[in-house]
């Protein structure tokens, strides 16, 4: 199957567009960068940017664990709306960085990889509210493969087999019970912590747009709340492309330089995310794993 070119959109399944001689890198040295060859889609620019560009790094390069992974519950206010959904995926090696683009890294999100053999999965995964253990979600191997684009450019080459599952809701700050029955990664078990809501959000992130001017650096700020392994995460549209921007929570701003924003088209509309990430980390016998509380704020942007 090696060669076999898959195209992602997040949150959906991967289909095969085309057929190659050769493995497909991400960037990298030694990788071969291709244009996006999704049907339908906007092909734009592919930025010459390299694997650590686009934050591709580890957590902890001398991880033996032989596998590794993230469980991710999430609470997005999307103007109006307020949605709740959990996601989990599982990879070969040391843990990809969640974030890991402090000065921000701006690349092509549709992208072309190789077709991989079947990910790693911990069999059925319950997560439930940690007082009274009323299940909230269950995630269950679908047979289907999905891409991860809420953690940064790390999280968003591995492929999972565990779809999107919308989650009863929950509050920010509540402590989560997940459970995993295990499969080639162990069964484990641990307490997925939420975190605060995000508060002070400057500018507003909400119904009304958020006015980028293309000539000045961009800068959005919050009030730090986070406790722990918190980190704070925009995510910013670009002309064919997306930014992602990371920030200790301690820190209380995030600023995006004003070259990364010079391809922005004039009156270009998009959507604009800021998340919390709470992280607490778990071992099974066989694995490393991140269990993430998301709290995003997103809302429109326009810019000028």
């Known amino acids: 199957m090696k060669g076999w070119l898959l195209a992602l959109r997040p949150l959906t399944r991967w289909s095969v567009v085309a057929l190659l001689a050769g493995g497909v890198g991400c960037g990298g040295s030694g990788g071969l960068r291709i244009r996006d060859a999704v049907v339908g889609g906007d092909d734009g620019p592919i930025d010459a940017a390299t694997s650590a560009d686009l934050g591709m790094g580890t957590a902890d390069a001398s991880s033996e664990a032989i596998y590794s992974g993230v469980v991710l519950a999430m609470i997005t206010q999307d103007e109006a709306t307020t949605s709740y959904v959990s996601r989990a995926v599982f990879t070969t090696g040391p843990r990809p960085a969640i974030g890991g683009c402090p000065n921000c890294c701006c690349g092509v999100e549709e992208r072309g990889l190789p077709l991989p053999g079947k990910p790693p999965d911990a069999g059925r995964i319950t997560i439930a509210a940690a007082a009274g253990a009323t299940t909230l979600a269950t995630l269950d191997y679908s047979g289907n493969l999905y891409g991860m684009s809420d953690l940064g450019w790390s999280w968003f080459s591995p492929l999972s087999d565990y779809g999107p599952v919308?989650?009863?809701?929950?509050?920010?700050?509540?402590?989560?019970?997940?459970?995993?029955?295990?499969?080639?990664?162990?069964?484990?078990?641990?307490?997925?912590?939420?975190?605060?809501?995000?508060?002070?959000?400057?500018?507003?992130?909400?119904?009304?747009?958020?006015?980028?001017?293309?000539s000045q650096a961009f800068e959005v700020s919050w009030t730090p709340e986070g406790a722990g392994d918190a980190t704070v995460l925009l995510r910013l549209p670009r002309s064919g492309s997306v930014c992602y921007c990371d920030a200790p929570d301690s820190a209380g701003r995030l600023v995006v330089d004003a070259n990364l924003l010079s391809t922005l088209s004039v009156g270009q509309n998009g959507e604009i995310k800021l998340a919390r990430l709470t992280i607490s980390t778990v071992t099974s016998g066989n694995a490393t794993i991140d269990l993430v509380g998301a709290v995003i704020q997103a809302g429109p942007l326009v810019a000028q």
């Not at 605060?196 to 006015?211: D, E, N």
């Open 166 to 214: 919308d989650s009863q809701p929950w509050s920010p700050g509540d402590a989560l019970r997940v459970l995993a029955a295990g499969n080639e990664v162990e069964s484990f078990a641990g307490v997925l912590q939420t975190g605060p809501p995000l508060a002070g959000i400057t500018p507003p992130i909400g119904p009304s747009p958020v006015i980028v001017d293309r």
